[in-house]
C-alpha cells in the first residue's frame, strides 16, 4: 500500500481533529473506521495475488492437462475465498 492509498483510507474515515497546538487528533471511531478500511484493503490485496495465480494456474492447466495445475488453482480460488470472507 502506498502513502497515497493510506493518505486516501484516512480522508475515507472521515475528519481528524486539529489541538490548539496544531496537532492531529483522532477519536477512537474514527481510528476504527480507518483501521477497518486499511485491513479491509489489505485483505483484498492479498485476495487479489491469489486469483492471479489461480488465473496464471489455470491457463497453464489447460495448455498442459496437468491436474495437478487444477489444483494449484483450486488451491488460490479457496485461499482468496476465506481471505475475503475473515471478518
Do not use: H
Amino acid at each position: 500500500m502506498t502513502r497515497e492509498d493510506v493518505i486516501a483510507l484516512a480522508n475515507e474515515a472521515g475528519t481528524l481533529f486539529v489541538t490548539e497546538q496544531g496537532v492531529a487528533s483522532a477519536t477512537p471511531e474514527w481510528l476504527e473506521r480507518f483501521a477497518a478500511l486499511v485491513v479491509e484493503r489489505e485483505r483484498e490485496d492479498c485476495a487479489a495475488i491469489c486469483d492471479k495465480y489461480s488465473e496464471f494456474r489455470w491457463s497453464w492447466w489447460k495448455a498442459r492437462a496437468d491436474p495437478l495445475d487444477q489444483g494449484a488453482s483450486d488451491a488460490a480460488d479457496e485461499l482468496a475465498q476465506r481471505i475475503r470472507s475473515r471478518t
